[in-house]
Nanobody, 121 residues
Framework: QVQLVESGGGLVQPGGSLRLSCAAS????????MGWYRQAPGKQRELVAS???????NYYGSVKGRFTISRDNNNNTVYLQMYSLEPEDTAVYYC???????????????WGQGTQVTVSS
């Protein structure tokens, strides 16, 4: 069994910064990619940023130039540093991992429980 646990969300004023963390634990053989999605009220979940085990990084949409994703492969942890936050960034942020489980050998997508980010004055 694999768990993804996020932390670091909260309330921040426009223009502020936040850093999200997500640690994967459990029966993990390998993690191919990790990333962050977000879902705002009334909207579909969207991919924000991703990073592979080989450190290939992609950013999507309006976060380019404002968010930075990084990864600690030794600790199966991914981070999302968010700068210049805007009210439109308000959403629940979900951690994602494309991984292979050690016990079963199966490859699947794992998700965190989500952390709320609210940008408001």
């Amino acid at each position: 069994q694999v768990q993804l646990v996020e932390s670091g969300g909260g309330l921040v004023q426009p223009g502020g910064s936040l850093r999200l963390s997500c640690a994967a634990s459990g029966s993990i053989l390998s993690i191919y990619a990790m990333g962050w999605y977000r879902q705002a009220p009334g909207k579909q979940r969207e991919l924000v940023a991703s990073i592979t085990s080989g450190a290939t990084i992609n950013y999507y949409g309006s976060v380019k130039g404002r968010f930075t994703i990084s990864r600690d492969n030794n600790n199966n942890t991914v981070y999302l540093q968010m700068y210049s936050l805007e009210p439109e960034d308000t959403a629940v942020y979900y951690c994602h991992a494309d991984l292979r489980e050690l016990r079963s050998g199966m490859r699947y997508d794992a998700w965190g429980q989500g952390t709320q980010v609210t940008v408001s004055s």
